[in-house]
């Protein structure tokens, strides 16, 4: 079954605790946390004091996705702060093994990004070191964009690279009851929804209706 992982960067900010408890109890499996500069992304969002307070929100893991350059310096912030998972973009970063290691060192499961113009293969010599993978099928710096059709063979390339690993391919961009099937045909296990959670009333119904459409629609 495809996980799904809301991103609290489409929530109302103004109650983001509840928005939190809310996507929990709909049924949730990760809480996306979408982390950007306003340098290596044309945004600016969550630090780690954020973090610190609305992890005292929810027990599901947390899924920081660090839009940031240089991240290397703040992997312990992070960490520190209820991170579960922390993915860096692979564009941002000039050691990413080193990276990865860090983030391992750190009790936490190591991922990293691809932008819509990276391709698979940067990630040859560091699968080992990899528990996830995340796919931007848009790009990164905004909710609200357009799925980017062409990075499907992207996912099944990588879904070939992981074979037996256990590795958790993610995809983020645009994923919502009429894209996802043909994500989870591609090889995703884990697909980040914004828009498509958020911009609704009733979390639950959606959140049922975005694992149904990825088993029928795969």
């Given at each position: 079954?495809?996980?799904?992982?809301?991103?609290?960067?489409?929530?109302?900010?103004?109650?983001l605790?509840?928005?939190?408890a809310?996507?929990?109890?709909?049924?949730?499996?990760?809480?996306?946390v979408d982390?950007?500069?306003?340098?290596?992304?044309?945004?600016?969002t969550?630090?780690?004091?954020v973090?610190?307070?609305?992890?005292?929100?929810?027990?599901?893991?947390?899924?920081?996705?660090?839009?940031i350059?240089?991240?290397?310096?703040?992997?312990?912030?992070?960490?520190?702060?209820?991170?579960?998972?922390?993915?860096?973009?692979?564009?941002?970063?000039?050691?990413?093994?080193?990276?990865?290691?860090?983030?391992?060192?750190?009790?936490?499961?190591?991922?990293?990004?691809?932008n819509?113009?990276?391709?698979?293969t940067?990630?040859d010599?560091?699968?080992?070191?990899l528990d996830?993978?995340?796919?931007?099928?848009?790009n990164?710096?905004?909710?609200?964009?357009s799925?980017?059709?062409?990075?499907?063979?992207?996912?099944?390339?990588?879904r070939?690279?992981?074979?037996?690993?256990?590795?958790?391919?993610?995809?983020?961009?645009?994923?919502?009851?009429?894209?996802?099937?043909?994500?989870?045909?591609?090889?995703?296990?884990?697909?980040v929804?914004?828009?498509?959670?958020?911009?609704?009333?009733?979390?639950?119904?959606?959140?049922?209706?975005?694992?149904?459409?990825?088993?029928?629609?795969s």
């Amino acid at each position: 079954m495809v996980k799904i992982a809301p991103s609290i960067l489409a929530s109302d900010f103004s109650r983001l605790g509840e928005e939190i408890a809310a996507i929990d109890a709909a049924g949730c499996d990760y809480i996306h946390v979408d982390v950007m500069d306003g340098h290596f992304v044309p945004n600016l969002t969550f630090g780690p004091p954020v973090i610190e307070m609305i992890r005292k929100t929810t027990k599901k893991p947390f899924d920081v996705h660090l839009m940031i350059d240089p991240a290397q310096p703040h992997l312990e912030s992070y960490a520190k702060a209820g991170a579960d998972i922390i993915t860096v973009h692979v564009e941002a970063d000039r050691h990413l093994d080193r990276s990865l290691q860090m983030i391992r060192d750190l009790g936490c499961k190591a991922g990293a990004s691809l932008n819509p113009g990276t391709p698979e293969t940067v990630l040859d010599y560091v699968m080992d070191e990899l528990d996830l993978i995340l796919v931007m099928t848009v790009n990164p710096g905004f909710g609200g964009q357009s799925f980017i059709e062409a990075q499907l063979p992207k996912i099944e390339r990588l879904r070939a690279m992981i074979g037996d690993r256990p590795i958790e391919l993610e995809v983020d961009g645009g994923v919502n009851v009429e894209t996802i099937g043909r994500v989870a045909a591609a090889g995703a296990d884990v697909v980040v929804a914004g828009s498509a959670v958020f911009m609704g009333d009733d979390y639950q119904a959606t959140i049922a209706a975005l694992r149904n459409a990825a088993k029928t629609n795969s």
